[in-house]
């Protein structure tokens, strides 16, 4: 006896940027509709080296949905992302690793650490355990927690959209984010 | 018959006699130790005899004794029979200036990156192993961590301050 | 350190005219970061050289810093999917330091932690290998349940991954109802879930022809390996700790060890999912043991180890001894030497504790099953196909904490 079909009535939609509209056509600025439309379709791909990777899969499983935010493919190669989740502990060994893959990916590209010892090494004071990505890549949103609940990590990724939406479409020609790519070695 | 810690011993000592020394039980489980030279002498001896068949190595590890001067790294093995249930440690003691061990990977496959993990952590270097390399660290690393003279943190960090730490 | 990362080819491979393919530290089938550089041959695999070492924390080292109280959050992260049985095999190898006796009643609370632990751990491999074959279905039917365990651990200790469950001597505090109500709806709800994700996977005819003959090993050269745990027990050997070495009042208990016959990858399934029923029964044993015991009791009477309650350190002057010297690490720890062993989700998780009797350890070395038998991937995958290479390295759950730590 199959279950009766079921409907979600509550569905939230994607709020139309402000615009003029008309018979048949909506007139708005490039800025707001670029940055509507690439908030909502983000294709992360989830750099998962250990506890973090695990709340990560969590938070992707359906009950802590990240596909309803429009991350449904999780791009598992550089090229074709937007957003870099770098969840768990890189060590020195990783470093390099992780500044190739940041690397390859292509312009517009955010990058999300999730989890203490992204951010800055976390527990781990040693030898062995780089001190925060930010050593050797830029970071836009920094998601703490050890390992953060999934509702933190999906904050995280809101905060992200909001930062998506809000970007001016010359900002990656700007002098100030050549400066901040030069002083990370990266041209 | 059961196998006895005392039967361990016992046939032990027969073969090796003076060798083996300081024979202990902590927590019921028989502990020696034996010259450098003569490691897997004993490790085939425990795997070929009918009665001990220590067939198992669950366990390689060493240890820093700074203050033993002359026998500073110790090279722990743990070994185990399945059918009877018992557990072996054996100890190898040898000098910090030529910490020279012969290797266990033709008794043993799974000795491979154990002491490729001692090595890395603490110098010791295994004769006769097929690839003698670094394997947790990266491999530019010149020192050995996990020896007591060398601090825990890295050195060159900027961002944390030792003194809100509390080192 | 920054400079760009590179590859040797393998030995005599360009005289040979073999393919060299970087399996990389960043892979979606790796899960974890270990780089396996394939010598291949067409499609079929020559060679396999395995780096690890990417997620190295230099957990020995620290552990010779900090108090033992201190070192379960830190076991915490080996093995993470599994993190209370960790938990549980360090304080039980300090309890044996100690001479601790715990009352029975913590001993089956803790028997119930560890195979929920135990369960979740299979549930990840055994979805993750049907993700790895292309059946992403179960996996999320699975997590379900995983959810529900988060859930009661958060009732017992208050946080879902590393969760730092108890302490030496017991449990820091008794299991509310709320806990008991939701162990009770898993094992309500999870048999449907196993049943359905069986009727999925175990007769699917694409995951037995994927499965089947991938990554055999025998009886001997997996003893010689250092394999243990399931992967040991799908290749014939009857070995688990819980029965050769009980612990934590695990001979009260009635279950059987399933145990494969050719140890590929099929096997190893079959083996974990038949793990995962017997769990199952352990926890409802439990469960009806608990009834017939007081419940009042959670922790062992050690006030010298185990923090004694907040209201007696403000009243009474021995509490308030006892607090200050287990809290600045000054509690006479006996010096001593030992090996003791549990059974994690992957094989035997041992503990080499040295004491010299300060307040941190002198020595304390993990003996991890995932770092032993990750050796015999080479001999596993040698003259299969780049496919049937990743379902074995994903059947063989290795989880890169603990291969590192």
């Not at chain 1, 770098?86 to 990058?111: D, F, N, S």
Request: hydrophobic letters at 40%.
């Amino acid at each position: 006896m199959a279950r009766p079909v079921q409907f979600n009535e509550k569905v939230k939609m994607v709020e139309v940027p402000k615009g003029y509209s008309g018979e048949g056509f909506f007139a708005t600025t490039f800025d707001k509709a670029i940055g509507a439309a690439r908030k909502n379709s983000i294709w992360p791909l989830p750099f998962a080296t250990s506890c973090c990777g695990i709340e990560f899969m969590a938070t992707a499983a359906s009950h802590y949905d990240l596909a309803r935010f429009g991350a449904e493919r999780m791009a598992f190669t550089p090229r074709q992302c937007d957003l870099l989740m770098v969840m768990g502990t890189i060590a020195k060994k990783m470093g390099p690793v992780l500044r190739q893959v940041y690397l390859q990916m292509a312009e517009p590209r955010w990058v999300i650490a999730v989890g203490a010892c992204a951010c800055s090494g976390g527990v781990f004071d040693t030898y062995s355990v780089l001190q925060g990505i930010d050593q050797v890549i830029p970071v836009d949103v920094y998601v703490p927690g050890c390992p953060p609940r999934p509702e933190a990590i999906l904050d995280g990724f809101m905060r992200i959209q909001e930062l998506v939406g809000q970007e001016s479409l010359r900002r990656r020609h700007s002098d100030r984010y050549k400066d901040l790519m030069n002083s990370y070695g990266i041209q | 018959m059961s196998l006895t810690n005392d039967y361990i011993k016992q046939r032990l000592v027969e073969k090796f006699g003076e060798e083996l020394t300081s024979f202990e039980e902590p927590f019921g489980l028989l502990s020696f130790t034996a010259p450098a030279a003569l490691n897997l002498k004993v490790m085939q001896f425990l795997y070929d005899e009918e009665e001990l068949q220590f067939r198992f190595l669950t366990d390689l590890t060493a240890v820093h004794y700074p203050n033993q001067v002359g026998a500073e790294l110790a090279v722990v093995y743990h070994l185990y029979n399945f059918r009877e249930k018992v557990r072996l440690r054996l100890k190898i003691f040898v000098p910090v200036a030529a910490p020279k061990v012969f290797t266990a990977t033709k008794l043993f496959e799974s000795a491979n990156w154990m002491e490729r993990e001692s090595y890395d952590f603490y110098g010791v270097e295994f004769v006769g192993h097929p690839n003698l390399k670094r394997i947790l660290n990266v491999d530019e690393m010149t020192y050995f961590p996990m020896r007591k003279e060398f601090p825990l943190e890295d050195q060159t960090r900027v961002d944390k301050d030792d003194e809100m730490f509390g080192r | 350190m920054l400079e760009q990362p590179h590859i040797s080819l393998p030995q005599g491979s360009i005289e040979k005219q073999t393919t060299t393919l970087n399996l990389g530290p960043t892979h979606p089938a790796t899960h974890g970061v270990f780089q396996n550089i394939l010598e291949m041959d067409g499609e079929r695999l020559v060679n396999a050289e395995s780096t690890v070492g990417y997620i190295h924390r230099a957990f020995e080292k620290i552990a010779e810093r900090r108090p033992y109280y201190q070192i379960t959050p830190l076991t915490d992260r080996l093995n993470y999917c599994s993190a209370p049985i960790n938990n549980m095999g360090w304080h039980l190898t300090v309890e044996k330091l100690l001479g601790v006796q715990t009352p029975k009643r913590v001993d089956y609370l803790r028997v119930i932690i560890m195979e929920l632990a135990r369960i979740t751990d299979h549930l990840i491999c055994n979805g993750v290998v049907g993700v790895d074959t292309g059946a992403f279905t179960g996996f999320l039917y699975l997590m379900q349940f995983r959810e529900l365990a988060y859930e009661i651990y958060e009732e017992v200790c208050g946080s879902r991954l590393t969760t730092n469950i108890g302490r030496i001597g017991g449990f820091e505090r008794n299991f509310t109802p709320a806990a008991f109500q939701k162990i009770e709806k898993f094992l309500a709800g999870f048999p449907k879930a196993l049943k359905e994700f069986e009727t999925l996977m175990t007769r699917n005819r694409i995951f037995v022809e994927r499965t089947t003959g991938v990554g055999p090993i025998s009886a001997e050269r997996a003893m010689n390996y250092g394999f243990t745990g399931p992967n040991l027990r799908a290749a014939g050997v009857d070995y688990d700790v819980r029965v050769a070495h009980p612990y934590s009042s695990y001979e009260d208990f009635e279950f059987s060890i399933p145990v494969g016959s050719t140890g590929d990858c099929y096997d190893r399934y079959l083996v974990r999912n038949a793990e995962m029923w017997q769990s199952l029964s352990i926890i409802r044993q439990a469960m009806d043991k608990l009834k017939s015991l007081p419940d009042d009791v959670y922790h062992a009477d050690v006030p010298a180890y185990y923090l004694p309650e907040k209201q007696d350190v403000y009243t009474k002057m021995e509490a308030l001894i006892y607090h200050f010297k287990i809290i600045m690490g000054e509690s006479d720890i006996l010096p001593g030497e030992l090996y003791n062993a549990v059974e994690g989700a992957n094989g035997e998780l041992g503990f080499y504790l040295i004491s010299d009797g300060g307040r941190s350890p002198y020595r304390l070395h993990f003996r991890r099953p995932c770092f032993i038998y990750y050796q015999a991937y080479p001999e596993l995958v040698k003259g299969a196909m780049l496919s049937d290479a990743i379902i074995c390295l994903s059947s063989l759950n290795l989880i890169a904490g603990e291969l590192d730590a």
